[in-house]
């Protein structure tokens, strides 16, 4: 996941559009890439594994307007990084 989120920040909505169009077989290039620009502005996707809690914070908020779930549960209830950030000191730059 890390590497992905690396390449993702790497990489113009338009190289993103392009690797995973086949995916969204009903949405032209053009819709796909300009959906993935506004994404990328809006910094929906983390550059890294790790979760902050505002980023928790901000989840729960958007599950909980969308009536997904009920109630929210504490960030040092529900997240653990060990292993994201063990990731992160295993993995090169630009890997």
């Known amino acids: 996941m890390y590497r992905a989120q690396?390449?993702?920040a790497a990489h113009t909505a338009a190289e993103?559009?392009?690797c995973v169009a086949a995916d969204?077989?009903?949405?032209?290039?053009?819709?796909?890439t300009h959906a993935l620009a506004r994404y990328t502005t809006l910094?929906?996707?983390n550059r890294?594994?790790?979760m902050q809690p505002e980023g928790?914070?901000?989840l729960e908020a958007a599950c909980l307007s969308g009536e997904?779930?009920?109630h929210g549960v504490p960030y040092d209830r529900c997240v653990d990084m060990r292993f994201?950030?063990?990731v992160i000191q295993e993995t090169p730059a630009g890997a």
Do not use: K
């Open 6 to 8: 690396q390449w993702m």
């Open 16 to 18: 993103l559009a392009a």
């Open 24 to 32: 969204f077989p009903d949405l032209s290039q053009t819709t796909l």
């Open 43 to 45: 910094r929906v996707w």
């Open 48 to 50: 890294t594994p790790m």
């Open 56 to 58: 928790l914070v901000w």
């Open 68 to 70: 997904y779930i009920q």
């Open 84 to 86: 994201a950030s063990q």
